[in-house]
C-alpha cells in the first residue's frame, strides 16, 4: 500500500540537529576511554547526517512513503546550512519548513556510537532552546492527518512553563481534527529540565495525546523518578525498567492510560516494542482525522524485534517510531503497527547514521514476510508467546498478550 500526495499528512516538529557521527574502533576499551583530558584517539571517518526527531522519525516517513512536513528551528550558520543541504538532497520541499534564527546557532551532536556499547553524546542545544510552542502556526498543519512531536525534554520553550503551553497547542490541534503523537527523550537531570515536575507534565499533556512512544526507561525516570534513580545507582543495567519486572510495565502504561493516552508504546531497545490501549471507545474515536479502528481498542501487546548485525543505534528508536505511524496511518491495526516498527528499527541499526538504512514501505514490507527472523525477547508476560509475531504481517488474526 502507498501513500500518495492524496493520502494522510504527517506534520513531525521539534528537535533538530546536525549529528558528527566518527567511526570507532570495535574495541569497547577503546570506546570507553574515548574522552580524557589530554589524549588523542585515533578514529575514523565521520558520518555527517542530521539528528532529532524531526529528521530521524521524519525522514524515516518519507522513505516510508508518507508524504511528510518537517518542522523545525535553526541557526543562520555553516551547520543550519549543513542540515538545509540534507534534507534538500532527500526532498527540497522538506526543507521549507526550517524556521531560522540569525542569533542563534544551529544544534549540533557529537555522537560516539561503538559496536556492543550504547551511544553517548556530546550535545549543543543551540536553536531548539528558543522554539516555542506559540512558533507552530496553523499554516504549519494545514491539511494534515498527524502531528508528532519529538523531545520536549530537551527543548526548553516545551517544558520551563511545565507543558502549559504545549498541553494548549496540543489541544488546539486536536479541536482541529488532527491525531497527535509525542515522543520523548532523556532528562538530563542537571539542567533545567531536571526540575521539571514530569509526572505531573505529562498529566498536563497526556490528555490530548494519541499515541505516546516514549523509550522505557525515559518513561521510567518521568513518571518514578525516585525509583528509576535508586535503580540506577544500584544495578549496572540499561533498561533498568525491563528488568524491574513486567509488573512495572503495565504500571506505566496504566498510569498513562489514566491520563488520558489513546495508545502507549514504549521502545525496549533489543528487547522490541511493548504497547498498551485504551479500553475506552469514546476515547478511541478521538484519535481525530486517523480514526483508528476497534482493532486497537483494549490491547497489550509486545513485539520482539528482529535480527540484525548491528552497526550503529543513533536513531533507532525515532526509525521504530516512523515505521509505527506509517502503519498506522495506512490503516493497519496494531500488531502490523509494531511489526513494521521493529523492522524499521532493526534496519536503522545495519548503518551508522539515522536514516540511510530504511527502505521504502513495499521493500519493508517485503523483507517482514520474507521470513526474516526475530531474536529471542528475554521479557516474560503472563500468556505471551514468541510464536505469536512470527507469521504476522500477511493474517488478519489478533494475538494479544493476554488472549480473550
Known amino acids: 500500500m502507498s501513500v500518495s500526495a492524496t493520502n494522510p499528512i504527517a506534520v513531525v516538529a521539534g528537535h533538530i540537529c546536525l549529528d558528527i557521527i566518527p567511526a570507532i574502533n570495535a574495541n569497547p576499551t577503546l570506546a570507553g576511554q574515548l574522552v580524557q583530558p589530554g589524549k588523542l584517539s585515533h578514529v575514523g571517518p565521520a558520518t555527517i547526517a542530521t539528528g532529532g526527531a524531526v529528521a530521524n522519525t521524519g525522514l524515516a516517513l518519507h522513505r516510508l512513503g508518507v508524504k511528510t512536513r518537517l518542522l523545525g ?11 538545509l543541504d540534507i534534507l534538500s538532497r532527500h526532498d527540497p520541499r522538506l526543507a521549507t519548513g526550517m524556521m531560522i534564527d540569525p542569533t542563534i546557532p544551529s544544534s549540533y551532536t557529537l555522537v560516539l556510537s ?3 556499547l550504547d551511544r553517548s553524546f556530546l550535545h549543543c542545544a543551540g536553536a531548539n532552546d528558543t522554539f516555542r510552542p506559540v512558533d507552530i502556526e496553523p499554516a504549519h498543519v494545514a491539511g494534515a492527518t498527524l502531528f508528532h512531536f519529538g523531545y520536549p525534554p530537551i527543548m526548553r520553550g516545551f517544558y520551563v512553563d511545565g507543558g502549559v503551553e504545549f498541553a494548549a497547542l496540543l489541544r488546539r490541534l486536536k479541536a482541529s481534527g488532527l491525531a497527535t503523537s509525542l515522543d520523548a527523550a532523556h532528562v538530563d537531570i542537571d539542567a533545567p529540565a531536571g526540575e521539571v515536575d514530569w509526572r505531573q507534565y505529562l498529566a498536563r ?4 495525546v494519541d499515541f505516546f512512544v516514549p523509550s522505557v526507561d525515559e518513561l521510567f525516570f518521568m513518571l518514578e523518578r525516585d ?8 544495578a549496572d543495567k540499561q533498561h533498568l525498567a525491563i528488568y524491574s519486572g513486567t509488573g512495572l510495565l503495565q504500571q506505566l502504561t496504566n498510569s498513562l492510560l489514566n491520563m488520558g493516552v489513546a495508545v502507549a508504546a514504549h521502545k525496549l531497545g533489543e528487547e522490541g516494542i511493548y504497547l498498551r490501549t485504551t479500553s475506552d471507545p469514546a476515547r478511541l474515536k478521538r484519535t481525530g482525522a486517523l480514526a483508528l479502528s476497534e482493532r486497537w481498542l483494549g490491547r497489550e501487546l509486545l513485539a520482539p524485534a528482529f535480527d540484525v548485525d548491528v552497526v550503529g543505534t543513533t536513531g533507532a528508536g525515532d526509525c521504530a517510531v516512523a515505521g509505527f505511524l506509517a502503519a498506522a496511518l495506512r490503516g493497519f491495526g496494531p500488531e502490523e503497527a509494531l511489526t513494521a516498527a521493529v523492522a524499521a ?18 521493500a519493508l514490507h517485503a523483507r517482514i514476510a520474507s521470513g526474516w527472523p526475530r531474536r529471542q525477547c528475554g521479557i516474560d508476560l503472563p500468556g505471551w508467546r514468541y510464536e505469536h509475531f512470527t507469521a504476522l504481517w500477511h493474517g488478519p488474526n489478533d494475538h494479544a498478550v493476554h488472549p480473550a
Do not use: Q, Y
Open 114 to 116: 561503538a559496536p556492543g
Open 205 to 208: 499533556v497526556l490528555p490530548h
Open 227 to 234: 525509583l528509576a534513580e535508586e535503580a540506577a545507582s544500584a
Open 345 to 362: 528499527g532493526a534496519c536503522n541499526v545495519e548503518v551508522a547514521d539515522a536514516t540511510s538504512g530504511i527502505p521504502s514501505w513495499d
Open 73 to 83: 528551528k535553526i541557526g543562520d550558520d555553516l551547520f543550519g546550512r549543513a542540515i
